[in-house]
């Protein structure tokens, strides 16, 4: 009945309270983009933001230069009159996570999603789903899959993307790759905050150069504030195009798996993967060089079983794909994958044990302090009208340590930690048909 009158324009259409007008009432949005020389990809990014089906005077955007060399603020400023709401702010500091909380704090949006300078937004209507779903599931971060499958990649590119989503080259508790809609731990892909988390848990930590995204979200995930994961928000990225671009990719990412399980002390066995296998084939082959008894048969077997691992993945994927040209890539892709975490991994910690070792602390960095000094004695006191402890030092006492690897001693008395916050009660948005976009000529 409803589509037959909706197609004879003659017929008159019933008055209904479930047909109204679309939504007006859209709240700001925060687009937080860190970059440093992202020529290549920043206009189509910022063209892909400008093509949301959102009020465009809603959308806050904010490029966090790193002192760009390429002409990447000269781009972004021929946008400054299509885009009501966009600044530029300069990251002296360098690295994404200044360059995230300097946009964070440029923006006064109750929703922040943070977008990189070299991603392909698939989806008019990210931001309207963002928001949805925000109210929608009440969660405090949403959670979007990061595939590394973008179009005009080339066949290298293709190649890392396989390797880094096959489970050879991920971890498989990571939701960058689900397809999944759900609730979720938000350590390994969360993306989208509300406001009060930054206000709530603080910014991103800057000791971070990778990471840093991981180490939020794990706070987030402690708070117990609610993560939501949603295919709908789905953004994809560019994989790196040579050897040296993804070598220094994943040692930056050793570099920073290795910090965060020295700021959280929190150790697994994927973490230790691929720091273990490094650590092995250079014992091994230290050996196998020096004649030891047995070494050299034992190395032998390890590289072929690597060997193998490596050249029967390439084949499946090949197969899988029906592209014998992976099979040239591929067994190179996955060495420079572990090898790079790895090593990243170990130097780091190696840096920090011989920081530890100059300025004499606890040699273990995963190892929690505990302080052993007995508090000298006092003499006795007439007893006081209370005992609790000012608010003043128990806010001390509660501090997070983000600055230092070495944890504080614990206070004799502290408050428990406040609950998590509740969602804001808001009014359930009525139910609007969704508006479409305009028709255009043809795909992109």
């Given at each position: 009945m409803t589509n037959e009158t909706s197609e004879n324009p003659q017929k008159p259409q019933a008055s209904s309270g479930a047909i109204s007008a679309p939504r007006t009432d859209w709240p700001d949005v925060a687009v937080v983009m860190p970059v440093r020389n992202e020529s290549r990809f920043i206009e189509d990014t910022l063209n892909q933001i400008l093509e949301q089906d959102y009020p465009t005077d809603k959308i806050q955007v904010v490029v966090a230069d790193g002192h760009s060399t390429d002409g990447t603020v000269d781009i972004v400023n021929t946008f400054q009159d299509r885009l009501p709401q966009l600044k530029v702010v300069i990251n002296n500091v360098g690295g994404p996570g200044p360059g995230r909380n300097q946009g964070i704090q440029n923006t006064t949006a109750p929703y922040i999603i943070v977008i990189d300078g070299h991603v392909h937004i698939p989806s008019k209507t990210l931001l309207r789903d963002m928001v949805e779903t925000f109210e929608r599931t009440r969660a405090y971060c949403l959670c979007r899959p990061q595939p590394l499958n973008p179009p005009?990649?080339?066949?290298?590119?293709?190649?890392?993307?396989?390797?880094?989503?096959?489970?050879?080259?991920?971890?498989?508790?990571?939701?960058?790759?689900?397809?999944?809609?759900?609730?979720?731990?938000?350590?390994?892909?969360?993306?989208?905050?509300?406001?009060?988390?930054?206000?709530?848990?603080?910014?991103?930590?800057?000791?971070?150069?990778?990471?840093?995204?991981?180490?939020?979200?794990?706070?987030?995930?402690?708070?117990?504030?609610?993560?939501?994961?949603?295919?709908?928000?789905?953004?994809?990225?560019?994989?790196?195009?040579?050897?040296?671009?993804?070598?220094?990719?994943?040692?930056?990412?050793?570099?920073?798996?290795?910090?965060?399980?020295?700021?959280?002390k929190r150790l697994s066995l994927m973490q230790l993967l691929a720091p273990i296998g490094v650590v092995g084939f250079v014992i091994f082959g230290l050996a196998s060089i020096l004649g030891a008894d047995g070494s050299q048969e034992f190395t032998a077997s390890m590289v072929t079983l690597y060997l193998l691992l490596i050249f029967g993945a390439s084949a499946l994927i090949s197969l899988q794909k029906k592209q014998f040209a992976y099979m040239f890539s591929l067994p190179v892709i996955f060495p420079v994958i572990h090898f790079g975490l790895g090593t990243g991994f170990l130097v780091e910690l190696f840096h920090d044990i011989r920081h530890r070792q100059k300025s004499g602390q606890q040699l273990n960095p995963f190892k929690e302090t505990v302080a052993t000094e007995e508090a000298p004695a006092k003499e006795p006191t007439a007893p006081t009208m209370s005992t609790t402890p000012t608010s003043q030092t128990v806010d001390k006492a509660q501090e997070t340590d983000t600055g230092s690897s070495t944890p504080a001693a614990k206070p004799q008395a502290q408050q428990p930690p406040p609950p998590p916050p509740k969602p804001p009660d808001m009014p359930k948005p009525p139910s609007y048909p969704t508006p479409q976009p305009p028709p255009t000529d043809g795909a992109k």
């Open positions: 005009g990649i080339n066949l290298f590119q293709e190649a890392v993307a396989l390797a880094r989503g096959s489970i050879l080259g991920h971890n498989p508790d990571s939701d960058i790759y689900s397809n999944v809609e759900k609730e979720t731990d938000p350590t390994s892909s969360g993306a989208m905050w509300r406001r009060e988390v930054f206000e709530r848990l603080g910014y991103f930590d800057e000791n971070f150069d990778a990471c840093e995204d991981v180490d939020l979200n794990y706070r987030v995930k402690l708070s117990g504030m609610k993560a939501w994961l949603s295919p709908k928000l789905r953004v994809y990225y560019y994989p790196r195009d040579s050897v040296g671009s993804l070598w220094r990719q994943m040692f930056r990412y050793g570099v920073g798996r290795f910090r965060f399980s020295r700021k959280h």
